[in-house]
C-alpha cells in the first residue's frame, strides 16, 4: 500500500509563496493531485490542480499562480503556490489516484499578514 507523507505548510504572508511536497513510496501508475479543504468544511471532490498522463487541470483560482509537479525518481509531488491570497488559507491534501485512491495526510497553509 502506497503511503503519503506531506509536508511544507505553515504561515505566510499575502504575496508570498510556499513549496508543498508529498513523498510516496511510489508514484507509478498514479495521477496527482492537490486538494483543499476550508476551515469548517469537508474536503472538496474537485482538486485544485492535477496532473495525469493525458491531461492537466487548474482550477480558475489558481491559474498562474500554482504549479503541480513530479519527480519520479524521488516519488515526490510538488505544489508550487506563488502569490498567495488569504482565500488560499486551507488545509492541502496531496492525492493519488489510480487503481485505488490515496491521500496525504493534510498539511496547514495559513496566508495573513
Known amino acids: 500500500q502506497v503511503q503519503l507523507v506531506e509536508s511544507g505548510g505553515g504561515l505566510v504572508q499575502p504575496g508570498g509563496s510556499l513549496r508543498l511536497s508529498c513523498a510516496a513510496s511510489?508514484?507509478?501508475?498514479?495521477?496527482i493531485g492537490w486538494f483543499r479543504q476550508a476551515p469548517g468544511k469537508e474536503r472538496g471532490g474537485v482538486p485544485c490542480?492535477?496532473?495525469?498522463?493525458?491531461?492537466?487541470y487548474y482550477a480558475d483560482s489558481v491559474k498562474g499562480r500554482f504549479t503541480i509537479s513530479r519527480d519520479n525518481a524521488k516519488n515526490t509531488l510538488h505544489l508550487q503556490m506563488n502569490d498567495l491570497k488569504a482565500e488560499d488559507t486551507d488545509v492541502y491534501y496531496c492525492?493519488?489516484?489510480?487503481?485505488?485512491?490515496?491521500w496525504g495526510q493534510g498539511t496547514q497553509v495559513t496566508v495573513s499578514s
Open positions: 492525492n493519488l489516484a489510480g487503481s485505488t485512491i490515496i
Open positions: 511510489s508514484l507509478d501508475d498514479y495521477a
Open positions: 490542480i492535477s496532473s495525469s498522463d493525458v491531461s492537466l
